[in-house]
């Protein structure tokens, strides 16, 4: 690295408030891990990737998350449980308070960037506590070149500090632990929390904002990859719906696993890394993922098998969130750069641990908008504590904790789109099947991954469809490589009378949850309700 930016960088953590600190400043992933092993923070699995422990919290804090409410956000964000306001006075005081927390002591930078699309890319400073989590940085975004360092400057900066603790009753914070954004000050603040996805969350909030309010960028929580004829697919859901596995397709170009932005002519990935689940991780069921966990690659909250360094990635002692980051050039079939043409094809994904949903349905414009705006799954939640029974999880658009905007904002951008480009959306069931969880059985990878083909390959173009009693989908009566039977739920189920009150159950979830968007939906999207 050149000296004059160690230098530039020097003079503008002393412009924050960071003085006399032992600076870090972009280090390669070899000595980010050295670093760690050496300050006894992490260890090696036998695969050469570095396994951490993030400590107390093992996932996002969402009721510990808050936007600065001031002149630019008073009135433009969605103020609710997700998006909470925080004073500019205590904001500043935050930010005081972890900037002197660094004085004096070790701090690693880096400097990166979000959007692979030029046009909208946007450059973050991250300055964390270990390097560790610098490597987090590292992995996750965009890695500029020696060249374009030389001539960087910061639109963003995000200062993790785990070992700082606010005092809620001083700073207006809810306990300890904050993550805490401003867009007047364009800095993100994290304390309390080693959980590396809070630095990710971060910046795609803010992306959420900036890109539809201020460029008309519809952003997606969405995985998506590329055809050998240049044809993209966008792939959104909730954690644990399959975003990641199914768009890494060995027959496909991964553009990203996560988080992209749709513009008038193209599809862009946020990101420059994966940060995929590795609970029940196996090479058979996900070899490019199994693959990528390698030199460079940050293994979070896994155990070991007794007596090795082999991760097990069974195990759930520490939590069920265990995770893995790493670049995306890790994954074979990476697409560089990460950009792609206007989707023809969308899927919702969706868990459904009740066993009602088609593992496969086709879906017209209006329901596309009211599945979109519903954001369901179902898993069941808890298992550790003995809690068996599914439950229904619905998050607008399927990322509601990320969205500073009203939901009805990218419904709205995403309903041009389809009709625009005449897209085929999909609602797509990789839950259960024949019954909910502990009576029917998951449904199979391979079969899941048959459907998709299927559409892809306009192979669901010409045959017939039957449509669902109760939530109104077009169901296929046949796709290849799938079992007939599966196709209809209800036909899986033994007691049909079951899956009737099943059904009837889960459409009145749906109907329920959706009150609070029905005043602002247009008669298509209302008409797509399920029937009750």
């Known amino acids: ?49 570095l396994v951490v422990n993030t400590g107390e919290f093992t996932g996002r804090s969402p009721k510990d998350k808050f936007i600065v409410k001031d002149s630019i956000t008073a009135d433009t964000v969605n103020w609710n449980d997700f998006n909470l306001p925080f004073t500019p006075e205590n904001f500043d005081r935050l930010q005081d308070k972890i900037t002197r927390y660094f004085n004096g002591k070790p701090v690693w930078v880096r400097d990166c960037q979000a959007c692979a699309d030029p046009d909208y890319r946007i450059n973050i400073r991250v300055i964390t506590e270990t390097p560790w989590a610098n490597l987090f940085a590292y992995n996750m975004f965009i890695r500029p070149s020696e060249e374009e360092l030389e001539n960087i400057d910061p639109d963003w900066t995000v200062i993790q500090a785990p070992g700082l603790h606010a005092d809620p009753g001083a700073d207006g914070t809810r306990q300890h632990n904050f993550a805490v954004v401003s867009f007047t000050r364009k800095m993100i603040l994290i304390g ?16 959420n904002y900036l890109l539809p309010h201020t460029k008309n960028v519809l952003s997606m929580h969405c995985s998506a990859n590329e055809g050998k004829n240049g044809d993209t697919a966008v792939f959104f859901g909730l954690s644990g719906t399959g975003k990641t596995t199914l768009s890494a397709d060995p027959e496909r170009k991964l553009i990203g696993d996560d988080e992209h932005g749709w513009t008038p002519s193209s599809v862009f990935n946020f990101e420059g890394g994966c940060y995929a689940k590795t609970i029940d991780l196996s090479e058979e ?20 098998f007794p007596g090795t360094n082999t991760v097990n990635y069974g195990d759930k002692t520490i939590t069920e969130n265990t995770r893995v980051s790493y670049p995306l050039h890790y994954i074979g079939n990476a697409k560089e750069p990460s950009t792609g043409a206007t989707p023809k094809n969308l899927f919702f994904l969706t868990c459904d641990a009740y066993g009602v949903l088609p593992p496969i349905s086709r879906l017209t414009p209006g329901q596309a908008m009211y599945q979109f705006i519903s954001g369901y799954t179902a898993k069941v939640a808890g298992t550790e504590t003995g809690i ?37 959306v999909w609602l797509i069931n990789t839950g ?7 009576t029917g059985s998951r449904i199979k990878l391979n079969y899941t991954r ?83």
């Open 1 to 49: 690295m050149q000296i004059s930016s160690v230098r530039d960088t020097l003079r503008e953590l002393r412009a924050l408030g960071i003085e006399n600190a032992d600076v870090h400043y972009q280090l390669p992933p070899e000595e980010l891990t050295e670093q760690t092993l050496a300050l006894k923070q992490g260890c090696l699995a036998d695969t050469g990737a």
């Open 192 to 207: 309390g929390s080693a959980y590396t996805g809070e630095i990710k969350k971060g910046v795609f909030s803010i992306l």
């Open 285 to 304: 069921k996900e070899p490019a993922i199994f693959h990528a966990i390698r030199d460079g690659a940050l293994l979070e909250n896994v155990n070991f």
């Open 388 to 424: 068996t029974e599914p439950k229904s999880t619905f998050s607008a658009c399927f990322g509601a904790p990320f969205l500073p905007l009203h939901p009805t904002r990218y419904a709205q951008m995403l309903g041009e789109k389809m009709r625009k480009h005449n897209v085929n």
């Open 432 to 438: 259960w099947t024949g019954g909910p969880y502990g």
């Open 450 to 532: 048959a459907m998709i083909s299927a559409a892809l390959k306009g192979e669901l173009d010409k045959v017939a469809y039957k449509n669902d009693a109760v939530f109104g989908v077009a169901i296929p009566e046949a796709v290849p490589g799938v079992p007939t039977e599966l196709l209809d739920p209800r036909n899986t189920w033994a007691d049909g009378a079951a899956y009737d009150a099943q059904a009837a159950d889960l459409a009145a979830q749906f109907v329920k949850n959706f009150e609070k968007y029905a005043g602002k939906a247009d008669p298509e999207i209302l008409e797509a309700a399920p029937k009750v």
